[in-house]
């Protein structure tokens, strides 16, 4: 199979809904005892877990893909370089606008990084402080 091919074949299958990281913090989440809605449409950003009660949402951003500054986020690929550059540019500039709009709205938002996923307890610690 040709790289390309399979490269388009693996780009297909990057989810946007229910990912590995989402439902880490939402098993974190649900065993704390927390309820939530999911992909709640209505708001800016779609955010992945939503209280309505507390007006808070948690985004749950893969580090690569939203450009965070931790050493996978800040990876740049090795081929289609301005392409690549120039997309998660403007996903970084989609997710501040839609942070500002939520907190216009008046929601609390908290964003989960795929990095932060390796310390659990410190994880736990933090969503529990953001929902308190």
């Given at each position: 199979?040709?790289?390309?091919?399979?490269?388009?074949?693996?780009?297909?299958?990057?989810?946007?809904?229910?990912?590995?990281?989402?439902?880490?913090?939402?098993r974190i989440l649900h065993a704390k005892g927390y309820?939530?809605?999911?992909?709640?449409?209505?708001l800016p950003g779609c955010p992945d877990i939503v209280?309505?009660?507390?007006?808070?949402?948690?985004?749950?951003?893969?580090?690569?893909?939203?450009?965070?500054?931790c050493a996978r986020g800040a990876r740049v690929p090795?081929?289609?370089?301005?392409?690549?550059?120039?997309?998660?540019?403007?996903?970084?500039?989609?997710?501040?606008?839609?942070?500002?709009?939520?907190?216009?709205?008046?929601?609390?938002?908290?964003?989960?990084?795929?990095?932060?996923?390796?310390?659990?307890?410190?994880?736990?610690?933090?969503?529990?402080?953001?929902?308190?």
């Amino acid at each position: 199979m040709e790289s390309s091919e399979l490269r388009s074949r693996t780009m297909r299958a990057v989810k946007s809904k229910d990912t590995s990281p989402e439902l880490f913090v939402r098993r974190i989440l649900h065993a704390k005892g927390y309820r939530y809605r999911l992909h709640r449409s209505n708001l800016p950003g779609c955010p992945d877990i939503v209280f309505p009660g507390r007006k808070s949402a948690i985004l749950v951003h893969g580090c690569f893909w939203h450009g965070h500054d931790c050493a996978r986020g800040a990876r740049v690929p090795k081929t289609h370089t301005v392409y690549w550059t120039a997309k998660i540019s403007r996903n970084v500039a989609r997710d501040i606008e839609h942070l500002k709009a939520l907190s216009q709205l008046g929601w609390k938002v908290l964003t989960v990084w795929e990095c932060e996923l390796k310390n659990e307890s410190a994880l736990t610690k933090r969503l529990i402080r953001f929902l308190k």
